[in-house]
């Protein structure tokens, strides 16, 4: 059930309404959101609804067992289980099979071993797989960290897990910005509705109107035959390309924050004018924010941030945009495009250093408009990767770029 479609709109108006007709018993509406949530999730793919109540279950347990004791031993067993279960499942669907493959293209290209039939698993990718991972890790987590406590009440939890409109396509919700407002009452402001409405028709534009058509009238046509175009069409359609993906993904959590808001619930931002980034750094934090700060806090801190010495801080800070980079597919192509941005953001950490600049220091307008031109276009050009659909067709890509 895609958000732009009458389907959704149709799915949605009956989720609203019962949710509000049911405004005086606030489990029972709490339960029937999150059997709409299934139901919804079950229109992609039935049987994949075990997976996510089965991490569901598991994450609601393991939270209650590592917030009961207070043995430092028990408390990190339990979260192994969390993390092995979540991102175990994650691994299977996500990155067996490109593991598979490309282990097989490694010690055939280096070692001259061919495998010629290497494991391949014949199962779809579970649709928001990805999101609903971290989204139960970062509960655990924060109770293994003692920064939340854990809620008693199963509904609740499963509502926060499986909440249909931030799903598929994120943003990526932490069980601290979500179930504090499942456990006060929920009231709808007026400014809720026109906000939510606002911002599911300009979803809806974003999407549709610009996103859809550029794909199918432009950029799907030049990547599909790249070597039909000349270099400016071929440049036009990764500037249509970077114009699509910011159109499509962010257009999808406007229609999200939307849907929420006319419950009376508010899902953080996702993106905030990412083109307008003097760095590869400021690109980061303004594009799937929940994402980059998702990782910052749970991985890049924990290995000690910028505070380590400045060998382990470039480390921490290029295997944080390497994870970040492959999180949005597996394939050489998105291998290839994170260490490209994990580079970048070392390199522009290290040249940041040395230029001994404060946070505070201010540029002129000339040279931020220089930098956010020169940031835009290492974004657009960095896109071949992420659109190409292989290594060859990402080197013919590039290469039309300079062909007359």
């Known amino acids: 059930m895609l958000f732009n479609s009458l389907d959704y709109i149709l799915f949605l108006g009956v989720a609203v309404a019962g949710f509000w007709l049911l405004a005086r018993h606030a489990q029972l ?28 279950v598991i994450d609601y347990v393991v939270g209650l067992r590592i917030h009961a004791t207070e043995n430092q031993r028990n408390r990190k067993r339990w979260l192994i289980v969390s993390l092995v279960s979540n991102l175990g ?92 407002q499942l456990q006060r009452k929920i009231t709808l402001r007026d400014e809720q509705v026109t906000q939510g ?81 003097a760095s590869p750094a400021e690109f980061w934090r303004r594009w799937h924010m929940t994402l980059s700060t998702w990782l910052r806090d749970y991985l890049y801190f924990p290995l000690g941030g910028s505070r380590a010495g400045p060998v382990r801080a470039y480390w921490n800070l290029w295997l944080t945009m390497f994870l970040i980079g492959i999180w949005h597919g597996a394939s050489w192509t998105f291998v290839f495009y994170a260490v490209l941005q994990s580079m970048a953001m070392v390199i522009h950490r ?8 404060s946070r505070d220091t201010i540029d002129t307008w000339r040279l931020h408009a220089f930098k956010v031109f020169w940031a835009l276009q290492f974004v657009v050009f960095s896109l071949i990767l992420f659109r190409a659909t292989s290594l060859h067709n990402a080197m013919v890509v590039s290469a039309g770029v300079g062909s007359g």
Request: aromatic share 18%; with cysteine.
């Open 89 to 180: 499942l994650l691994g299977l669907f996500k990155y067996f099979n490109f593991a598979s493959q490309a282990t097989a293209d490694v010690l055939a290209l280096f070692f001259g071993i061919e495998i010629p039939n290497p494991p391949f698993l014949d199962v779809l990718l579970p649709v928001g797989i990805s999101f609903y991972t971290f989204q139960t890790l970062s509960y655990t987590i924060d109770i293994y960290r003692r920064k939340l406590e854990p809620t008693r009440n199963f509904f609740q939890f499963a509502f926060f897990v499986t909440y249909f409109p931030q799903l598929v396509a994120g943003p990526i919700v932490r069980a601290s910005q979500l179930l504090p």
């Open 350 to 357: 290290f040249f940041y250093r040395q230029s001994g600049r």
């Open 197 to 277: 409405l606002f911002l599911i028709a300009t979803g809806m534009v974003k999407k549709v109107a610009i996103a859809d058509y550029l794909s199918v009238n432009l950029v799907d046509r030049v990547f599909d035959q790249p070597e039909l175009y000349s270099g400016a069409e071929v440049v036009i359609a990764l500037y249509g390309f970077t114009m699509q993906i910011y159109c499509d993904f962010s257009g999808y959590t406007d229609v999200a924050r939307g849907s929420a808001k006319l419950m009376g619930l508010e899902l953080p931002r996702n993106f905030d004018r990412p083109y307008q980034s």
């Open 29 to 56: 509406r709490i339960i029937f959101i999150f059997v709409a949530s299934c139901l919804f999730y079950m229109a992609w793919h039935p049987a994949y609804i075990v997976l996510i109540l089965g991490s569901t």
